[in-house]
């Protein structure tokens, strides 16, 4: 009876790290190659013909048509307010300082996406110089292709030593875990820097009023903090990369570990450094209607 039951036991472990060994011991290069992709973007995240035709290459096309119609319908809001301050005591700025800020805000609509360009070029330099650096001290490309290649080569376990109720299985695990985690998480960032470029020409709008200038307040806090995101994370891997890990060092693993740990965490870094909303990928769908309550406060 025993006998049985030991012999089931071992029976369902096996199974078990079969299953697991099958996911862990062999992460698939070109799948997390496309960490890169989402994380380290640069002005050609822009050069999309659908999202151009979107937001509009002409203020006489999509969003930025919207926006200059929004903008005019201010302009009508302000005469009509303007000729009746005189008569109910509304208080309005003088038509001078209506103007320039007019002014400014039109300008600013219109070369929407020259600056959403600027701005992205500006951290995809930052972040590239870090990774070239790199890539001259240590001869290799600092990316998390070479990473997961090196994960594969050095840290992951084979299949035949594979055991998920290992010290070793559990740290395979938890590697492989958060390297999953980041590609929803990278995802759902690249989709929100899109969605907030969109918006940008509305957001400019909104410094029109002093009521509804949080609004681009909280954009700019959170499209920098968005973008801030591949800086810290080329710091991360540029660090990482410096460090020889060996499989039979404790030390090496517990190091790596803490490494892809800051990686998951560089959102909420970010985001307390600019006071922006956090886009942890635990709650993905809660956040962002956290971030549509916080915007409006």
Known sequence: MNQSSLNITEIIIETINQIFQNLFSNIDESLYSFLDDLLFINKNFLKDSYFEKIFGTTPQEGILLIANSILIGFILYYLVRYLLSNFIGIQTSSPT???????????AINFSYFICEQLISFFSLISSSIRE?????????????QLVQDLNTNLILSKESFNLFSFDGLITGFIFINLFNLIFTYSFRYILLKLL???????IISLTTQSTASFFHMWIRLFISLLSIQVGASIVLLLMFSISYEMSDLFSKLIYIGSISILSKINSLASQLFNSPSIENSSHFSNLNNLLKWSFK
Do not use: D, H, R
């Open 97 to 107: 300082q209506f103007i320039f800020k007019l002014l400014f805000i039109c300008i």
């Open 133 to 145: 650096i790199g890539e001259i001290l240590f001869q290799k490309n600092i990316c998390f292709a």
């Open 197 to 203: 470029i969109l918006v940008f020409p509305f957001a």
